[in-house]
């Protein structure tokens, strides 16, 4: 019973999680809506003075009761510690404007609020996926040629009845000073006080985004792209410094112009905008942002920061390496195995108060494995080396949940329950049906971010720890001397119930959909490296291979005496239950939900040993528990 308990508890922490994401959701659209204030702050007051004077008295009164807005809904959000320092830069917004001062420095003053706001409440600012522009044309020529015009122009047939009138998507200077995300944030939530409505609940998440991505298109002639495709091509400084869908979402021309000078900057923008596949969210994608994060963390943790510096540590990870990590399994494990602890050491240090020093030379360390990383990961996977990964990946999850689900089978068969069969099958046949579930909606709906990839995993891993564990003891109790046979005269009536029968269920299911979801992960990075042939051909020796150790596995254990099969299914399961515990407690660390805490210990990944402490103790408490209770299990058994 406690062990139910503790498992319907660790079942429980998915909603928990459910209710935190829905708090963050609600706090970035808070975000989401002070950052598109500023920015349309920034765009719009040129048109309410010029020169020290107001040139528009309502397009002014906008500009105030936008910019107070700002401050009303800043001070609102959830503390952090960098939110007293943006209030007072807001508060100075908003004094300039009152002062009449000129677009140029509103305009400098606003990006720079909403920089500083995205830095204190980091929100995501980019698309799950690839924005598709043809459909982003449907969906405009649907529901905005009305007012904007089929070219942008501000000019549809019902322009002439609004006020104020429609944006012109082709204004060239409105559009230097414009991102993308204001563009898909417009979209998202109307802008009020105008008649442009919100669409957030007519399109959906992605469809906002490829009509983003079109409409930005109207301010960059075609003529342009070429130009802009060659200087992309031959800047290998300018791709890094636009390395994601993300960075290009809130990349301004004017700001890049700066840089690169303006002509370019408009050329690349129009390039990239109208080809954003170019970009993608490939390796070199993943570990830009690693990087990104990683800089970002130790400059927060150098500034005193510890909690932002934690924060910004994990999200490289997840965000970042994270993503890639199954293509460099495939590549090279030893390196994934070095990141991973490289990972863990500097979060521990961040959370221990390591002196700065420490944890700037952790960050050097992760900067080089990222190097390593990047070249390990470059060129064509070959066809050969595919198929051996895909084979790799198959049978070294298969065997894990083999072992679990032919051991119950077995243990059924011996006790003559055949009856209960069909509770295990439906667990082990439900968790490949929920795992092909799990590749559509990784596949064509949402991605699996890193965070609830690694949650899973722990819980799952958790849960299937416990109950392994006592059943473990229970099976080893049935094998001693002369116990297994008053218990097949018993014929299991009281200890199969049918709630038993469904705990049986339970952990066929878990011990097998965990590998099925990681393996369906992996098999998703596979596949976008080419070589579907070999993926498949390799899947099916894989298949063929877990048929032939499923085989020999029911031949093996039908042949033993059932005291020695409950011996030997006892010892099997105690250790499944240790390297499980190991791998969940590691699973919910990478996710942030427990603390890294580095020790100096081997990594054994195929028992679930790593160098960080509550992974170890976890397994330690498991271990302990499984020696008492053989132990007792031994005694108890000994003619007194």
Not at 464 to 473: C, E, P, S, T
């Amino acid at each position: 019973m406690p062990g139910f308990i503790v498992a319907m508890g660790l079942c429980l922490l998915p909603a928990l999680a459910a209710e935190s994401d829905a708090n963050a959701a609600n706090a970035n659209a808070e975000v989401r809506q002070v950052w598109k204030l500023l920015d349309y702050l920034a765009v719009d007051y040129a048109g309410a003075v010029d020169n020290g004077a107001v040139s528009s008295e309502s397009e002014y009164a906008e500009m105030k009761e936008f910019a107070a807005t700002a401050v009303t809904r800043m001070s609102a959000l959830p503390p952090r510690d960098g939110q007293p320092e943006l209030i007072k830069q807001a508060e100075q917004l908003r004094a300039s404007i009152g002062a009449l001062a000129s677009p140029a420095d509103i305009n400098r003053m606003a990006h720079s609020v909403a920089d500083n706001l995205l830095a204190v409440y980091p929100v995501p600012m980019a698309p799950s996926k690839t924005p598709d522009l043809a459909h982003g044309k449907v969906l405009y020529e649907s529901q905005c040629v009305a007012c904007h015009g089929l070219q942008g122009g501000g000019d549809g047939p019902a322009a002439k009845a609004l006020d104020p009138p429609p944006i012109a998507f082709t204004d060239q200077e409105r559009a230097r000073e414009r991102s993308l995300f204001s563009l898909y944030e417009v979209i998202s939530q109307g802008l009020a006080d105008t008649p442009m409505i919100s669409f957030q609940a007519t399109f959906t998440d992605a469809e906002r985004w490829d009509l983003a991505f079109y409409v930005s298109t109207f301010a960059s002639p075609p003529e342009l792209r070429p130009q802009g495709e060659k200087i992309w091509k031959d800047d290998a400084a300018l791709r890094a410094r636009l390395p994601n869908l993300e960075t290009l979402t809130h990349t301004i021309e004017a700001g890049l112009g700066v840089d690169i000078g303006a002509d370019k900057a408009r050329a690349v923008l129009s390039y990239l905008r109208g080809a954003p596949e170019v970009i993608g969210r490939g390796n070199a994608a993943g570990l830009a942002l690693a990087r990104s994060q990683l800089a970002e963390s130790l400059k927060a943790y150098q500034a005193g920061d510890a909690k932002r510096a934690g924060t910004l540590a994990l999200s490289a990870y997840l965000d970042g390496f994270e993503p890639v990590e199954a293509m460099l399994r495939m590549r090279n494990a030893a390196l994934l195995a070095e990141v991973e602890g490289a990972m863990v050491t500097y979060r521990s240090r961040i959370s221990a108060g390591a002196p700065a020093a420490d944890v700037a030379a952790q960050a050097q360390v992760l900067n080089g494995l990222f190097d390593a990383t990047d070249a390990a990961l470059s060129g064509d996977q070959d066809g050969m080396a595919t198929f051996l990964g895909a084979f790799t990946i198959l049978l070294r999850e298969g065997v894990e949940a083999l072992l679990v689900v032919v051991a119950m089978i077995t243990f059924l068969g011996k006790v003559e329950r055949r009856d209960v069969l069909p509770y295990v099958h439906a667990g082990w046949i439900g968790a490949l049906v929920a795992g092909v579930a799990t590749w559509g909606v990784a596949a064509t709906m949402v991605d699996i971010s890193g965070a609830n990839r690694e949650l899973t995993e722990g819980i799952s891993s958790l849960f299937a720890a416990i109950v392994l564990l006592g059943v473990g003891i229970w099976m080893h109790q049935k094998s001693m001397a002369g116990r297994w046979q008053a218990y097949l005269k018993e014929k299991l009536s009281a200890a199969l119930t049918k709630k038993s029968a469904f705990f049986l269920f339970a952990l066929a299911f878990v011990a097998v959909y965990r590998e099925v979801f990681e393996t369906i992960l992996f098999y998703i990075a596979l596949w976008t490296r080419g070589n579907g042939i070999s993926i498949l051909a390799g899947l099916a020796a894989g298949i063929a291979a877990l048929g032939v150790i499923t085989a020999i596995l029911f031949r093996t254990s039908r042949r033993l005496p059932i005291a020695k099969f409950f011996a030997w299914s006892s010892l099997l399961i105690a250790v499944l239950s240790v390297v499980l515990a190991g791998k969940g407690f590691a699973a919910l660390q990478e996710a942030g939900w427990v603390p890294a805490i580095a020790v100096n210990a081997p990594r054994i990944e195929a028992l679930g040993i790593y160098p960080s402490m509550l992974p170890l103790i976890g397994q330690a408490v498991v271990l302990v528990i499984a020696v008492a209770g053989y132990l007792w299990n031994t005694r108890s058994s000994t003619p007194r």
